[in-house]
């Protein structure tokens, strides 16, 4: 396991996780575990970027585009 030193953390901050890890029934350490572990856990890792944006996009309405018909076939690339 790791460990996390957070230096000038705020005297109200730190105030205001006291209150609610004691309000959890949890230390101030296992508290901030805990807001670290439910802020990163809720990402899905497995989407990767394409899945992050898709979800972003779709999230809005999605987006529609008309793609033009191709003048010509596509030209085969020059790996020389």
Known sequence: M???????????????????????????EAEVRAILSDALGAQDRSAGLLGALSARVTAVGGVELELPPRAERPRAADLS
């Open 2 to 28: 790791a460990s996390l030193s957070i230096r000038d953390l705020d005297d109200g901050v730190r105030d205001r996780l006291k209150i609610r890890a004691a309000a959890n029934g949890r230390s101030m």
